[in-house]
């Protein structure tokens, strides 16, 4: 009796609520993993995390995304969207760092029609962008070409962000 008190505990249901994760999502499978090159997470707060996209427009391509598997931006706490929004402005401060870039694109696709790769997990997406980068890609097709492997962008930005939390 005592174990099934404690499963429906208010405390432990607001504990699933809150952390609820989806075993087939690609950001809950890496929250769930060691932070490395092969997780991509680069820095975690109390309610989101922030991750290298493994498929970037550009190098540099971060997303912010909150642990609770959610498509709808208000069944987050505004404790969580602000934190959304401190770690956007982080991602900015170290990228502008690592990569001087002369500017960004900040976005969530909300949806599929919206466009969203993973609708049932929101994200933010934060792109790094220079001048000429679209025509760049434009002239090489179809085909990504990356300046640099992923690898290397995350010991870089982690290494950053490290740096500027000292
Ligand atoms: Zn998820």
Request: charged letters at 20%.
């Amino acid at each position: 009796m005592a174990a099934l008190k404690y499963l429906w505990s208010p405390w432990r249901m607001k504990y699933i609520q809150n952390h609820r994760r989806d075993a087939a999502c690609i950001f809950c499978l890496a929250a769930a993993q060691a932070d490395s090159p092969e997780n991509l997470i680069i820095k975690r707060g109390e309610e989101v995390f922030v991750i290298l996209n493994r498929f970037p427009y550009t190098s540099g391509h971060l997303m912010v995304v909150p642990y609770q598997h959610t498509a709808a931006l208000e069944a987050l706490t505004p404790a969580c969207r602000a934190e959304m929004m401190e770690l956007a402005t982080a991602s900015i401060e170290v990228l502008k760092r690592v990569y001087r870039p002369q500017g960004f694109n900040l976005g969530m696709n909300l949806g599929e029609p919206a466009g969203a790769g993973i609708a049932d997990h929101l994200h933010l997406h934060i792109v790094p962008r220079w001048s000429g980068d679209t025509n760049f890609m434009s002239t090489v097709g179809q085909v990504r070409v990356l300046p640099e492997e992923l690898e290397e962008t995350y010991r870089r930005l982690k290494e950053v962000w490290e740096q500027i939390e000292v």
